[in-house]
């Protein structure tokens, strides 16, 4: 399993993350378990979660539950030791958790300590915000988010007020880094610009969408990750299972994403289905597998630090273990970013 260095934390991850959003929903405790083990084998060490896991779908009676599927397992197995462990806190307007509260520096002790409970350890190597306050272009919002009119003012003193509390929990040892989640590019280098000014703790990754059919780290905010040495985390590598090509010909697998949410959280499209045909295309011209073709190509791209998948079943996951390994030619990349130009935000 190739390893990479995470932004400037020193933390050495392996090139694929460990996804959990599916523990304790269409994933249950022996197959997650299961999942642990099998990942930790193939030589990954990088596991992701967030407090408000598991999702498809996100309820108030089930928050957490990821967390607590991956504690029982260290508790289980006492191999805390052998994984990096990244977990989130929610952002403003998921009902679910802390009524859509806001992060604040008042909320950021509350959450990681419970997230230390849920996860049985007493450290959190990489603690990440899920989405900013303020909106986010993530989730198909950038077609209708506006940041104007912004109140730059308060953002910046939340994030001064922010990376004070995280700096508390830095010195008092319950995480280790901080990251972001679906954040901008101008976001981004204001968190990055506030830790320099107050000492807080400098973003060293970032966890976006980003796959063959999302692009949109592509321009600005991929030269902010290379000259500010911020990795790229991306989840959805698979387009949400499109790529998979699962869901051509009108087709809905049984207890599959599309057939538990309808639209795949608005990936679903009259434009989306011919780009992954195209894609699909590729793969069959050059005698790849889709899937670890779709995956490999994230792995290459020079500002990703770790790609970040899930695998409802263990049979999926040995599926995918192989594309830590592929290397794709110069003339598949060529082939690829043809269909790209072709088939632009297909959603």
Not at 80 to 106: F, L, N, S
Not at 120 to 136: A, C, E, M
Request: hydrophobic content about 40%.
């Amino acid at each position: 399993m190739q390893m990479t260095t995470l932004g400037r934390s020193g933390l050495e991850v392996s090139k694929l993350c460990l996804g959990t959003m599916t523990f304790g929903t269409q994933t249950g405790v022996e197959d997650a378990h299961a999942q642990i083990e099998r990942a930790s084998e193939a030589g990954i060490n990088f596991l992701d979660s967030a407090e408000m896991y598991p999702v498809n779908p996100i309820r108030a009676e089930t928050v957490g539950r990821s967390e607590e599927i991956v504690g029982d397992w260290f508790a289980k197995t006492g191999r805390r030791g052998d994984w990096i462990v990244a977990t989130k806190h929610t952002g403003e307007g998921q009902k679910a958790v802390r009524d859509g509260a806001p992060i604040t520096a008042e909320t950021i002790p509350a959450a990681i300590e419970a997230s230390l409970k849920r996860l049985k350890t007493d450290v959190i190597d990489l603690y990440q915000f899920h989405w900013p306050n303020r909106g986010s272009y993530a989730f198909r919002q950038n077609w209708e988010y506006e940041p104007w009119p912004g109140d730059r003012a308060a953002t910046l003193q939340h994030m001064h007020d922010a990376l004070g509390a995280l700096r508390d929990e830095v010195v008092r040892g319950t995480i280790r880094h901080f990251g972001l989640s679906n954040e901008s590019t101008w976001g981004t280098a204001m968190w990055l610009k506030v830790a320099e000014e107050t000492g807080g703790p400098r973003v060293v990754s970032i966890q976006n969408e980003y796959s063959l059919v999302c692009r949109l780290a592509d321009t600005d905010l991929a030269e902010l990750m290379v000259n500010e040495e911020v990795g790229l985390l991306p989840y959805s590598p698979l387009g949400a299972g499109l790529l998979t090509g699962k869901y051509q010909g009108g087709a809905i697998p049984a207890a599959s994403r599309m057939d538990l949410n309808g639209n795949l959280g608005g990936r679903k499209s009259e434009r989306v289905f011919p780009a992954v045909e195209a894609y699909l295309g590729v793969a069959r011209d050059f005698g790849l597998d889709p899937v670890r073709m779709a995956l490999a190509w994230t792995l290459r791209r020079p500002f990703v630090a770790s790609s970040i998948f899930g695998a409802t079943t263990l049979e999926q996951l040995e599926h995918l273990l192989p594309a830590a390994e592929l290397v794709l030619s110069d003339e598949v990349l060529k082939a690829l970013n043809a269909v790209h130009h072709a088939h632009p935000m297909p959603y």
